[in-house]
């Protein structure tokens, strides 16, 4: 099939969109919701322009939406970037795992205009799912936290086994979703099989506030591997 997968620059809708490129499928945009509020429902939110250099990293057309980010409207404009592609896909790719609300919203949609909804991380285990990400060789890190357990020393920190293991342990004091699929903490990934460069990053700063903080990526170039 060909298919466009919806993309923030996480961990999950890049992940999603490496799964299915490895079931033989062809991906043929990248779609993005750019939101006005940090605080969408639906759409990631930090450094979400950093997009724009992955579709370049990965050769393939990216098409913008752009949502004021109200609950229920914003599902609107999801809309009205879908159909921009419509006629050129037959299905669109999301990186839910857990979220209902989310999964709930996008496969009404697609089915709406006669499109496949897939889902390839739908109710995986997250801790298999973090080792899996190691595994093919994604590099990420984490690029804003909101939960307890995670402090300020999280922001900007790679995902690698000491940290699957250090979210283990929070997860069993605290109960947060290992993967981050509540919004306990956002993520980018810097360089995967599916880039032909890999994103480094030439700066950045901690934004923290109270409770919870974004790493903010003032500059990135794509390198050779």
């Not at 779609?31 to 579709?55: C, G, Q, V, W």
């Not at 984490?142 to 000491?162: E, F, H, Y």
Request: glycine share 8%.
């Amino acid at each position: 099939m060909k298919l466009a997968a919806l993309i923030s620059g996480g961990k999950d809708s890049i992940y999603a969109a490496y799964l299915m490129k490895q079931q033989g499928h062809e991906i043929t945009y990248l779609l993005t919701m750019y939101s006005k509020r940090n605080d969408s429902y639906m759409f990631h939110h930090p450094n979400i322009e950093l997009t724009e250099s992955i579709a370049k990293s990965m050769a393939i057309p990216l098409v913008k939406g752009i949502t004021k980010g109200e609950k229920e409207k914003e599902l609107y404009d999801l809309e009205e970037l879908i159909l921009k592609v419509k006629n050129r896909v037959d299905g669109i790719i999301t990186g839910a795992i857990d979220s209902q609300y989310q999964k709930e919203r996008i496969d009404a949609i697609c089915h709406k205009h006669g499109l496949e909804s897939i889902a390839p991380l739908w109710h995986k285990d997250p801790k298999s799912y973090l080792k899996e990400l190691l595994e093919n060789k994604f590099t990420t890190i984490i690029t804003a936290v909101a939960a307890d357990g995670l402090d300020a020393s999280w922001l900007g920190r790679n995902i690698d086994k000491k940290a699957i293991e250090d979210l283990e342990k929070i997860n069993k004091n605290v109960d947060i979703h290992m993967a981050g699929e509540g919004g306990e903490y956002e993520s980018l990934v810097l360089d995967c099989p599916l880039y032909q460069k890999r994103i480094f990053v030439t700066g950045a700063e901690n934004l923290w506030k109270k409770d919870s903080g974004i790493y903010k990526i003032d500059g990135v170039k794509l390198v050779d591997k």
